[in-house]
T-cell receptor
Framework: DSGVTQTPKHLITATGQRVTLRCSPRSGDLSVYWYQQSLDQGLQFLIQYYNGEERAKGNILERFSAQQFPDLHSELNLSSLELGDSALYFC???????????????FGPGTRLTVL | GENVEQHPSTLSVQEGDSAVIKCTYSDSASNYFPWYKQELGKGPQLIIDIRSNVGEKKDQRIAVTLNKTAKHFSLHITETQPEDSAVYFCAARTSGTSYGKLTFGQGTILTVHP
């Protein structure tokens, strides 16, 4: 168990809809990262937040957005969903191990999104 | 940006044999190289990592080697066991403005036959 939690585990929705994926980082970690995993694209970095602020952006679509809240949990919002958005979405966190800062990323169990 | 190539895409070995997975990266500024193991239905789990100031790192049956000149790094698993069967991903991170972004290889499906 990495200590990173994600909800929901599975999500089935229709094209055109909007969904929100939630991530709680490991206790004490300030950085949260979102990744998308699909069969054709592999694991792709979407976006990173550090202590509430956007830190880095990858190939994230304009239909997607994210935020990190004061309690450090993060949400990834996906709107105007298309069939091609079906994928596994992972959250990872980094920041501290045994009280010492580390940049090692620990992944959550993921949310499987199916768009019908 | 960074590009990571991983080979082979599938690897089948007998229990007790060694397994080697290789990755090459394109950005010479990359300085951190983790390896993740992903089992079915689970998230990637870090198994070992290496930084650019080190050439080799070992943790029990797992070792990673890094050749900065050739820009490649490899995962070595010795005395493989059936529970080692999983998908393995290498990744690279470039220092500087990309902060914590990891660029992943395409993955290797490792099957260990009893």
């Amino acid at each position: 168990d990495s200590g990173v939690t994600q909800t929901p585990k599975h999500l089935i929705t229709a094209t055109g809809q909007r969904v929100t994926l939630r991530c709680s980082p490991r206790s004490g970690d300030l950085s949260v990262y979102w990744y998308q995993q699909s069969l054709d694209q592999g694991l792709q970095f979407l976006i990173q937040y550090y202590n509430g602020e956007e830190r880095a952006k990858g190939n994230i679509l304009e239909r997607f957005s994210a935020q990190q809240f004061p309690d450090l949990h993060s949400e990834l919002n996906l709107s105007s969903l298309e069939l091609g958005d079906s994928a596994l979405y992972f959250c990872a966190s980094s920041g501290r191990t045994s009280g010492r800062y580390t940049d090692t990323q620990y992944f959550g169990p993921g949310t499987r999104l199916t768009v019908l | 940006g960074e590009n990571v190539e991983q080979h082979p895409s599938t690897l089948s070995v007998q229990e007790g044999d060694s397994a080697v997975i290789k990755c090459t990266y394109s950005d010479s500024a990359s300085n951190y190289f983790p390896w993740y193991k992903q089992e079915l239905g689970k998230g990637p789990q870090l198994i070992i990592d290496i930084r650019s100031n080190v050439g080799e790192k070992k943790d029990q049956r797992i070792a990673v080697t890094l050749n900065k000149t050739a820009k490649h790094f490899s995962l070595h698993i010795t005395e493989t066991q059936p529970e080692d069967s999983a998908v393995y991903f290498c990744a690279a991170r470039t220092s500087g403005t990309s902060y914590g972004k990891l660029t992943f290889g395409q993955g290797t499906i490792l099957t260990v036959h009893p």
